[in-house]
């Protein structure tokens, strides 16, 4: 079993609707692709009422696993592409990874002499 250990994850929290420019902007920078997962919640920015009843923004959380020689490259498409230098636009973060386990096409992009599809 090959564990590779050399990658790292970005996880970004936007509002919804926005994934598909960030997963669009990293994969430009180099990722394979994302994950994106249905969320809610609210920051600091975003604490809204209606009727005094509090609203929970929904959210994408977005995770992308990447070669850590490309985290800076990668974690900089996303905040231009999704403004997260601008307060309530979303928030990034970079997890160490410790173990990976099927992701042969990241690790060993040639499987059989043939480039591995998606």
């Known amino acids: 079993m090959n564990m590779s250990h050399d990658h790292k994850l970005i996880i970004t929290i936007i509002k919804k609707g926005r994934s598909e420019k960030i997963i669009d902007a990293a994969k430009k920078a180099g990722a394979r692709g994302g994950t994106i997962i249905n969320g809610r919640g609210v920051g600091i920015h975003e604490q809204k009422k209606i009727l005094g009843i509090p609203i929970e923004p929904e959210k ?7 070669h850590r020689d490309k985290v800076d490259t990668v974690l900089q498409a996303i905040v231009e592409a999704g403004n997260l230098n601008k307060p309530g636009t979303g928030i990034g973060f970079v997890l160490d990874v410790e173990k990976v386990v099927g992701i042969v096409c990241l690790v060993e992009p040639f499987l059989d002499g043939k480039v591995c599809q998606e």
């Open 60 to 66: 994408e959380i977005i995770l992308t696993l990447i």
